[in-house]
């Protein structure tokens, strides 16, 4: 299993593009990227997931070099909801639910 | 459709106690995964049921325990409580074996052991 290091905090402001950026140096080949989003007293919410290169969804972009050894989750101009902890996970996820482990995330708080 | 949907919310319980916690997971998805979360250990995968079998199970004590029924729904139960079960316990659903999965999470149950 790769493990995952993410900032442990980030701070920024409305309007402004965040990104987290995530190391996974032992990422496998079948190995996809896949960013969670968590509000206090809530459950994650899936974000975005891809392979490589550069995905993009209604929410987020995430980017992923060509080594995938590291990516980075983009969110364009932040608002105060955006302010959750982000979760960076790395797994062949079509096995199990059990080879999905949470790292301690990214707190980002968004200021006004 | 409606999301994956955990009972009680909320539930206080004294040490020694056991308690069981409900999760309904999002029509059509036959897995189930239960994780405790708390502010020391983040969160901590239990165990995963896929057509009313456990697939796998975390590290955790044998008073840690769970079943799925035909509906895919999912209890949990912990027996003994100790204070260190205080926690958020969260249920996940997804469809159960397509590569990537996503994973929906329920809002949780917050137990609190006195």
């Known amino acids: 299993l790769a493990k995952t290091t993410q900032p442990i905090s980030m701070d920024s402001y409305e309007g402004q593009e965040v990104n987290i950026t995530c190391s996974h140096n032992?990422?496998?080949?079948?190995?996809?990227i896949t960013w969670y989003q968590q509000f206090p007293s809530q459950g994650p919410r899936f974000i975005i997931q891809g392979y490589k290169t550069k995905v993009t969804n209604e929410v987020a972009s995430l980017f992923i070099p060509a080594d995938r050894k590291s990516s980075t989750l983009s969110l364009p101009r932040v608002s105060l909801s955006d302010t959750a902890v982000y979760y960076c996970l790395v797994g062949d996820l079509g096995s199990s639910a059990s080879k999905i482990i949470f790292g301690s995330g990214t707190r980002l708080s968004i200021r006004p | 459709k409606a999301g994956v949907t955990q009972t009680p919310r909320y539930l206080i319980k004294t040490r020694g106690q056991q308690v069981t916690l409900s999760c309904s997971p999002i029509s059509g998805h036959r897995s189930v995964s239960w994780y405790q979360q708390t502010p020391g250990q983040g969160l901590q995968f239990l165990f995963e049921?896929?057509?009313?079998?456990?697939?796998n199970k975390g590290n955790f004590p044998g008073r840690f325990s769970g079943r799925q029924f035909s509906n895919s729904r999912s209890e949990m139960n912990v027996s003994t409580l100790e204070l260190g079960d205080s926690a958020l316990y969260l249920c996940?659903?997804?469809?159960?074996?397509?590569?990537?999965?996503?994973?929906?999470f329920g809002s949780g149950t917050q137990l609190s052991v006195l």
């Open positions: 049921y896929f057509s009313e079998t456990q697939r």
């Open positions: 996940a659903s997804s469809l159960g074996g397509d590569s990537n999965e996503k994973l929906f």
């Open positions: 032992n990422i496998a080949t079948n190995d996809y």
